[in-house]
């Protein structure tokens, strides 16, 4: 543990760069602020007021929206606007919002991932990226993932936790109540290349296509199956804590496309879920593709489109790749 705080971290980040990186650094230190305000509001549970009531207006693309979304949305929403940023995209809004159209930097967020879990006391979280500002919203918010200057979630979890990439390795903070900071807890975090974990929801298994089924059967087959190793299963079904697992100690997490409809391209949006998680785990020594290719080079046509995702240990992701490019990868 390196017991720097996040301010260091961000200081030392700055001391030897532009306008630009200044003005990350400033959104991301009110994003944390954000997330503390966030936790609080979590903490209340079910006594709190905007808890987990279900609104009755959707999202504009369909989703259930609940009131603890609308809440987190307009928190960091409110930090976007202190923070001197050009354009905010929400999972919980249908088009972006034009703030400081001279600021560089532009912020693609899902204010409360999980949120299905919030009346079961399970870890949820907020995702967010930062792009270059192109000076509109088509243009900024259509720029590949490899574009990111920087990328970060925060888990409401046992521990109030931070993962963060500025594109020079992923370090992971908790936040300290007695120091009311976030602690640096673990520094240039490595994934470990080889899997004993995979991530996924089974109840999908007869809307897969037969390539990710036979991924899974060799899985299950375990030590007497082409695998010739054991594997547990894990799905928290809040991708934030799925992703802080495999941090911590690898594994790997496929939400794939299936035959339901609208879920050809699975369930998890490509702007401000997929890409900036898939920056964390590449950071962080880990791949990230939509099955087969590198989720960062695909190019948006739409900011609340749906990719799908594989992510985790690099050597798993590239099996996972051989199964479904039908090299059955045995
Ligand atoms: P919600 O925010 O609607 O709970 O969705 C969470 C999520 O986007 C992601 O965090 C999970 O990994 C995934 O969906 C769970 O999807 P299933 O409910 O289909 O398993």
Known sequence: MSGRTLEAYLHEFTESSGAVDANVAQTIRLFAEAAVRMRLAINDGALGDAFSAVREAAHAHGDEQKELDVFADELFLDAARRARVSFYASEELAHPVALDRSSEIAIAIDPLDGSSNIDTNVSIGTIFSILPSKGDEAATFSQPGSAQLAAGFFVYGPQLAFALTLGRGTSVFVYSARLEAFVEAYPQMSIQ?????????????????????????????????????????????????DTYRILIRGGVFLYPGDCREGYSAGRLRLVYEANPIAMLVEQAGGKATDGTSRVLDITPKGLHQRSPLVFGSSREVEKVALYLSGSSGT
Not at 197 to 203: G, I, R
Not at 216 to 223: P, Q, R, S
Request: proline share 2%.
């Open 193 to 241: 290349e080889t899997a004993q974990e995979f991530a996924v929801n089974m109840s999908n298994y007869r809307h897969w296509d037969e390539a990710v089924r036979h991924y899974v059967n060799d899985c299950l087959k375990g030590v007497d199956g082409p695998r010739e190793k054991e594997f547990n299963m894990r799905w928290i079904a809040s991708m934030v804590a």
